[in-house]
Antibody, heavy 121, light 107 residues
Framework: EVQVVESGGGLVQPGGSLRLSCAASGFTFSSYSMNWVRQAPGKGLEWVSYISSTSSYIYHADSVKGRFTISRDNAKNSLFLQMNSLRDEDTAVYYC??????????????WGQGTLVTVSS | EIVLTQSPATLSLSPGERATLSCRASQSVSSYLAWYQQKPGQAPRLVIYDASNRATGIPARFSGSGSGTDFTLTISSLESEDFAVYYCQQRSNWPPTFGGGTKVEIK
């Protein structure tokens, strides 16, 4: 069974840092590109970051560029999002999402349950 | 950045009725458009990809159509489990973008 499980969310002060992790299982992780997508409370979906299967291609949304870094460890079937200089507007549920095989930055066929990041003083 | 505009914002229908949801792109996205369903407290679920292909496990009552800038998601006969928010998403250009969503609610 395909599973992606996020962890690492929590309460952080503005300007602080947090590292999200996503543990993947039930599929050949190294064959799929992966994404982070977020959803602010009561709002719609926003793409945050994309990473190709071999980490050759990495993209970040303008809203997080220079502050967030996506990475992966294919040997450990894990995806990461390092978030620095956090702002109030980064408060959201962060989802780890797998691309359909052979596709890039969508469509995403498997999503985690999400991890809540709250930026507040 | 490509802007996706979904309409209507809310659709109030009864079980058994037909639902027609629209997504319009600010520029052509070819057929690189997907639809997702999201229920409260849950992650999005892929429904349609490449404009008209049903994702694995999606019932045949869901269908997608369109290309270029105008797309439609149709639910032929609403079941109780279909009441949710639906988002369209384009992957034609970086950054991928989502529409604002259409809430399909029980009338």
């Amino acid at each position: 069974e395909v599973q992606v499980v996020e962890s690492g969310g929590g309460l952080v002060q503005p300007g602080g840092s947090l590292r999200l992790s996503c543990a993947a299982s039930g599929f050949t992780f190294s064959s799929y590109s992966m994404n982070w997508v977020r959803q602010a409370p009561g709002k719609g979906l926003e793409w945050v970051s994309y990473i190709s299967s071999t980490s050759s291609y990495i993209y970040h949304a303008d809203s997080v560029k220079g502050r967030f870094t996506i990475s992966r460890d294919n040997a450990k079937n894990s995806l990461f999002l390092q978030m620095n200089s956090l702002r109030d507007e980064d408060t959201a549920v962060y989802y780890c999402a797998r691309d359909v095989r052979g596709y890039s930055y969508g469509p995403c066929d498997y999503w985690g349950q999400g991890t809540l990041v709250t930026v507040s003083s | 950045e490509i802007v996706l505009t979904q309409s209507p914002a809310t659709l109030s229908l009864s079980p058994g009725e037909r639902a027609t949801l629209s997504c319009r792109a600010s520029q052509s996205v070819s057929s690189y458009l997907a639809w997702y369903q999201q229920k409260p407290g849950q992650a999005p679920r892929l429904v349609i990809y490449d404009a008209s292909n049903r994702a694995t496990g999606i019932p045949a009552r869901f269908s997608g159509s369109g290309s270029g800038t105008d797309f439609t998601l149709t639910i032929s006969s609403l079941e109780s489990e279909d009441f949710a928010v639906y988002y369209c998403q384009q992957r034609s250009n970086w950054p991928p973008t989502f529409g604002g969503g259409t809430k399909v609610e029980i009338k």
